[in-house]
């Protein structure tokens, strides 16, 4: 499959960390403290070739071990490979690189059959105080099965699952709700299911490591040196030992600054080396294109605890992404979406009545149209992945390039008709 993966989600036991954003300066700093620390010893002396190859070794090892944490020490295994149907609710993007650490492009999809603002970004009616129920947004309180974390149905991939992780409590849009048992009491942020095609920033970091730290060495050394010069003869002006502090003090900031600007061309040409792309997991016969607010998609991917932030659940990696517009299928697969003020008079998709589209998931009628949608599309792209279809696509009567009656579809020898004459 063309989708990319470079990250692998490990099985989270009680009382182990997952990487995360926290610690990230003080593990780099733990590695590479003694390296950093020879090294400015050895510029101050005047070793520059020794202070070079120690920042460059030192530099390759650090880089490996955040690799390591990052590609296998991440992400938290949850429920396996997964699928989903949905409204798209953000668009793809990658953050700029020092602002998010990878190049993967991410999305995020509203979870059928809900509507939009279901899943806590807003009201959509005045809310009231007085009703009951844990979301308050004036509707779901009379219908508890249309509330995203109590749908029983595809909410399910938000809802916290370990009970030792934490569960970001920043994003005052979602509600507190009561698991029970389950990080009882935690706010939930991801109302919405977080999808990532992934980039190979991490993975090119760690392949490229040797290569970067030759460049960041160098630059050490010449920063060094450069700074020292300058420094004594800045620091000359003052005093007698002013050339001896100002050397000292010139050696370190060159150095430094000399070794961050090395890494600085290394990390932004593993970020652009390939950055992940949605598109590279489309499976369907047309190209995906460009994903808006409001395509309905179906996704398929690991799902995971994203440990390096607060902790949220996500799809990474995105293994098959396809939009489910499709006039051969609409019929046959309509997307269904709550509709309590649904108009009386009309039909919903798949001939569902008026009074199924205002119930939503409190008809059965509706709620077996949503999962009947859900189940045979998430058939259709968990087949690609299954090793009978592998091996199938993989066998030479089916894996013609042109056309079968040109590059040859027979199983038995026996010879091909000639292709028709147009």
């Not at 880089?63 to 429920?79: G, M, Y």
Request: with cysteine; proline share 8%; net charge negative.
């Amino acid at each position: 499959m063309p989708f990319h993966q470079f990250t692998q989600c490990y099985n989270h036991t009680p009382g182990d960390k997952p990487f995360n954003e926290s610690d990230l300066a003080s593990f780099a700093l733990g590695v590479s403290a003694p390296g950093l620390i020879a090294a400015i010893m050895a510029f101050l002396s005047g070793a520059n070739v020794l202070g070079f190859i120690i920042v460059a070794i030192q530099y390759a090892v650090t880089i490996t071990a955040i690799a390591n944490e990052w590609l296998f020490h991440r992400l938290c295994c949850v429920t396996g490979d997964q699928c989903a149907v949905g409204t798209v609710e953000a668009p793809p993007k990658i953050n700029p690189l020092l602002g998010s650490f990878d190049n993967d492009q991410f999305f995020d999809i509203r979870l059928m059959p809900h509507r939009h603002n279901d899943e806590y970004k807003g009201p959509n009616t005045a809310i009231s105080a007085s009703l009951p129920g844990p979301s308050l947004d004036g509707l779901t309180e009379f219908t508890a099965e249309n509330d995203i974390f109590l749908d029983g149905f595809q909410g399910d991939l938000l809802k916290p699952f370990f009970t030792d992780l934490p569960y970001d409590p920043v994003d005052s849009d979602c509600p507190v709700i009561d698991f029970g048992e389950v990080a009882k009491g935690t706010k939930v942020t991801r109302c919405t299911l977080h999808c990532e095609a992934e980039g190979n920033f991490w993975a090119e970091m760690k392949a490229t490591a040797a290569a970067q730290a030759l460049a960041v060495g160098a630059g050490a050394a010449a920063g060094a040196a450069g700074g020292a010069a300058a420094g004594c003869a800045i620091g000359a002006i003052f005093c007698g030992i002013g050339c001896l502090i100002g050397a000292i003090i010139g050696a370190i900031a060159g150095g430094l600054g000399g070794a961050a600007a090395g890494a600085y061309l290394g990390a932004s040409a593993a970020f652009n080396s390939d950055p992940g792309d949605v598109n590279d997991a489309n499976v369907g016969d047309d190209p995906l294109g460009q994903l808006v607010n409001g395509d309905q998609v179906v996704v398929f991917g690991t799902h995971v605890y994203d440990g390096f932030h607060q902790g949220w659940h996500e799809i990474h990696p995105l293994k098959a992404i396809i939009k489910v517009a499709d006039p051969k299928l609409a019929m046959a697969l309509p997307y269904v979406e709550w509709d309590p003020n649904f108009p009386i008079s009309d039909t919903g998709p798949g001939g569902l009545s008026a009074g199924d589209m205002r119930k939503g998931l409190a008809s059965p009628t509706f709620t077996a149209a949503a999962k009947n949608t859900k189940n045979d599309w998430c058939q259709l792209l968990r087949e690609a992945f299954t090793p009978a279809t592998i091996h199938t696509q993989g066998q030479p009567e089916n894996r013609w390039t042109i056309h079968p009656a040109v590059d040859g579809c027979s199983t038995d020898g026996s010879p091909l008709p000639p292709p028709p004459i147009r």
